[in-house]
């Protein structure tokens, strides 16, 4: 659990919110916070026009295991600014991650346009049963929800590519 007198969900979905904010478009980012010191000691966004499985999840993810000798999962929590995917959140639970706090949810995304997938990150906790994960949403939502409202709406006045490829929508 997060040491509340160093830092607060909200303030730590802030951050991810800022990260977000620098991609418009796809705005799904992630910083991971470290329980005992209530540090941030990686953040992450949306980068699937260069990899596809990179979510900002999965890029959060990459970018403390670049940075960090040893680290130590257990001790962090994920911030996103959307429910995690399913592979996001099978990467969060293989990594070890103890919490992952989100703000829009799945549901959300999907009637604001989103392509999602129909499996919750609550069920691939469920299937993880060699991990003890912390799922806790809504965080900072009216706001998060706002980001993929505002992202849906710049992208649908966005002209038609003279090509196009419906597997290019960055829907992640």
Known sequence: MPNNKSFN?????????????QQPNAPFAAVLMDNRTGKMVARGANRS??????????????RHS??????????????????????????IAWAG??????GTDVPTL????????QLRASDVIAGASFRQITLIGGILQ???????ALAQQTRAQ???????NSDDDDDF
């Open 9 to 21: 969900h909200e303030q730590a979905m802030r951050a991810a919110i800022t990260m977000a904010k």
């Open 142 to 148: 009216k706001d998060c929800d706002r980001l993929f």
């Open 97 to 102: 991650i103890a919490q992952v706090v989100y």
């Open 158 to 164: 966005k002209p038609a590519p003279a090509t196009t």
């Open 66 to 91: 670049a940075a960090s000798i040893k680290p130590q999962w257990e001790h962090l929590t994920l911030y996103t600014t959307a429910e995690p995917c399913p592979m996001c959140m099978a990467a």
């Open 110 to 117: 999907q009637q604001q346009g989103w392509k999602q997938m």
């Open 49 to 62: 026009k260069e990899n596809p499985a990179w979510h900002g999840e999965m890029d959060v993810i990459n």
